[in-house]
């Protein structure tokens, strides 16, 4: 059998290269590649049905990342010991992929369609996410799906002052920003990543650095898809069309919509208005069949969007009766919860969070057990967007892709401004429960985030806030308007979602995606600006409640105390099985962790009381401790002999109390002079070259006077 097997390869410009091939694997999907670099490999697959389902206009895209565990030479954990559902890791790369992707499919394109994407081989040191964008391009590039691509994502980041793409798992540990990025030929729809507090322009700098990459990699799919012979995309009709229903509609409702946009309505008022002003206009058609209501509630909608946007654009009046800059009214406190470790309320318009922090120990970290990633977080934030935050009836499932990728964004913010590890013991969770939603809730979770991290003690380097902005282009591109602190309207009806979080000094977090091209840097740059003079005012709110971290934890928050061990002592505290440290933990109260770094013992003793501290941390020095000559030892007999007995001083170290040390008497005989139990009070005299220790009782006692 042949194959006809085709194959681009794109020169990173450092000696690396990436590799795409097709031809040879999965070639009953539409569209199939393999994607190289390094030993790592992707195998990414698009199938799109021939025909839309009746009814649909919109597309029903769904694109899932998974890594194979064989990749990395690993069997799954687990009781099944087989890939399971997607990990939250491969659903933010799965995120990343679609956000890239969706834009850029026609807008009347209803078929279902599916993006796969594996790693089936892995290298360690070779981030695969940052080839996933390129891998489902590729793909499509080489199918006859309609796409308005090619795109490309790459990682931008700064290592030792130097701009890399696609840097090493070795390089990101010490990057000052890293980015993913993604576009087009022209444009770029999509930037999400973290820096440590950089400046609006050299953000701006890495996005164009990473566009010219992106560029290269297009060039290569163009060229790919002209030798397999896909230029020609397939035929379709998906949309049924009225224009003339379209036009009656524009010209009857279209003045209705502009004054109830421009009235400064609350959210649910002016949503009751447009539907009333939609409902009777659909009640003149009469009787209809569902395509032509359809239509007419697609059509209306249409009306919305331009009115609402031309309101922007031509009186710089927002929906709420802002103008563009302005930041909706905010309001916090902080101890809401007297329980908690630390919480916050964080308000700002419509959008409101509950957010807590919760200090654990050391076995509180999350197990991350991944094909790629793998090992120990000590840090987690969990978002949660019940149904009743927008008023409206939702089944409770879990977390979904969205409030992954929302709680990621504001993980991302947070962690930046943590203080270093070895000045936080604590194992911390954030959870963010969005209690109102009517804009950015992820903005929101980054505010209460911050606020309730301070509250409970926790001495983060910088306050961080965040926030949402909109951009509203007209059709020529001639002119535009930048929207600060955007509603949800606003995001559903805009060109772009661009979401900023930073410290007084500089930028930690942007997640951006835009629904149009032609996006100019001068926009761009100025849209940062715009978002700086936002966030500033937003921390200077948040001033209001709090302004630096508590000077010390909660009375009733868990306390941490960390000492070090000899390495030789770590077998001797946890015991044969576990059963010292076990017995320890269960009579004391306290939680006790410990793991060998840097040749030492680090113990860390965990409890909500002194007591237990105090009483774990006693005995873990007894044991960890060595005995030292002239101390002294409360000890307790372990056995009697003709000679003497036998003390236990420490756990595990028994010196000998000989005949002739117990008292300044002569004794003749151990009979009746001690009980196996005893508690005696003993100074060590000596240890010899054997380790045996010499203990004396005597030297404790008042000499008897001579005299008497």
């Not at 209460?448 to 806030?465: C, E, H, R, Y």
């Amino acid at each position: 059998m042949s194959l006809n097997v085709i194959k681009k390869v794109i020169d990173l410009g450092d000696g690396r290269t990436i590799e795409i091939e097709t031809g040879k694997l999965a070639k009953q999907a539409d569209g199939s590649v393999v994607i190289k670099m390094g030993d790592t490999m992707l195998l990414a697959t698009v199938v799109s049905s021939r025909e839309a389902k009746e009814g649909i206009d919109f597309l029903p895209l769904s694109v899932d990342y998974q890594e194979k565990y064989a990749s990395t030479g690993r069997i799954p954990g687990g009781f099944l010991r087989r890939e399971a559902r997607l990990s939250d890791y491969e659903v933010l790369i799965s995120r990343l992929v679609d956000r890239a992707l969706r834009p850029m499919f026609p807008e009347d394109y209803h078929a279902d369609t599916q993006v796969m994407i594996s790693l089936i081989s892995a290298d360690k040191d070779i981030m695969p996410d940052a080839l996933a964008g390129l891998a489902a391009s590729a793909a499509l590039a080489v199918s006859d799906i309609p796409f308005n691509g090619p795109i490309s994502e790459v990682r931008v980041a700064k290592v030792d002052g130097q701009l890399v793409i696609n840097p090493t798992l070795t390089q990101l540990k010490t990057a000052t920003l890293e980015f993913i990025v993604a576009g087009n030929q022209h444009d770029i729809n999509m930037v999400e990543g973290e820096s440590a507090e950089i400046q609006e322009a050299e953000l701006v700098e890495a996005i164009k650095f990473a566009h010219t990459a992106i560029k290269i990699q297009c060039l290569a799919q163009i060229e790919l898809a002209e030798e397999v012979g896909k230029t020609v995309k397939r035929t379709y009709s998906h949309e049924h069309s009225n224009e003339d229903l379209k036009q009656a509609i524009y010209e009857a409702t279209y003045q209705q919509v502009y004054d109830i946009a421009s009235s400064a309505s609350a959210k649910d008022e002016r949503s009751a208005k447009f539907k009333e002003v939609r409902d009777a206009y659909i009640a003149t058609l009469g009787e209809i069949d569902d395509i032509t209501k359809s239509l007419a509630k697609k059509y209306y909608h249409d009306v919305e969007y331009d009115a609402i946007r031309n309101l922007v654009l031509d009186e710089g009046k927002r929906l709420d009766g802002r103008h563009t800059k302005q930041i909706r009214p905010i309001w916090s406190e902080i101890s809401y919860l007297p329980s908690a470790h630390g919480s916050a309320v964080f308000t700002r318009g419509e959008t409101q969070a509950l957010t807590t922090v919760t200090l654990g120990a050391k076995d509180d970290e999350q197990m991350i057990d991944g094909a790629f990633i793998n090992g120990y977080q000590k840090f987690l934030l969990h978002y949660n967007f019940p149904g009743f935050s927008t008023g409206e009836v939702r089944p409770n499932r879990g977390a979904g892709r969205r409030e992954i990728g929302h709680g990621n964004l504001a993980m991302r913010s947070l962690k930046r401004v943590l203080p270093h590890e070895d000045e936080n013991p604590y194992t911390i969770r954030i959870v963010s429960d969005i209690l109102e939603s009517n804009g950015s809730s992820s903005m929101a979770t980054v505010c209460a985030g911050t606020l309730a991290l301070m509250d409970a003690g926790i001495k983060i380097t910088n306050p961080v806030s965040g926030i949402a902005m909109g951009l509203i282009t007209n059709e020529m591109g001639t002119k535009y308007a930048i929207l600060s602190d955007i509603l949800g309207d606003e995001d559903h009806l805009g060109d772009m979602d661009f979401k900023v979080t930073g410290t007084k000094n500089g930028i930690v977090a942007v997640q951006m995606d835009l629904k149009i091209n032609g996006l100019s840097y001068e926009v761009l740059t100025n849209a940062l600006d715009q978002a700086k003079e936002g966030r500033l005012h937003i921390l200077g709110e948040m001033a209001k409640t709090i302004t630096a971290p508590r000077e010390d934890y909660k009375p009733h928050a868990p306390r941490i105390v960390t000492i070090k061990i000899d390495k030789e002592f770590i077998g001797a505290v946890i015991g044969p099985g576990g059963k010292i440290i076990q017995e320890m933990q269960r009579e004391t109260g306290a939680t006790i962790s410990i793991e060998e770094k840097d040749n030492q013992g680090i113990v860390q003793v965990f409890a909500d009381n002194k007591a237990s501290i105090d009483a774990a941390l006693t005995r873990i020095r007894n044991i960890a401790s060595k005995p030292e000559v002239g101390e002294i030892y409360e000890g307790k007999v372990k056995s009697i002999m003709p000679f003497g007995a036998f003390v236990e001083i420490m756990p595990g170290k028994d010196g000998l109390l000989h005949i002739s040390e117990i008292d300044h008497r002569r004794i003749e005989t151990m009979d009746g002079i001690f009980n196996v139990g005893d508690e005696v009070r003993v100074k060590l005299l000596d240890v010899d070259k054997q380790g045996k220790l010499k203990l004396s009782r005597k030297v404790l006692l008042p000499r008897p006077d001579s005299n008497k």
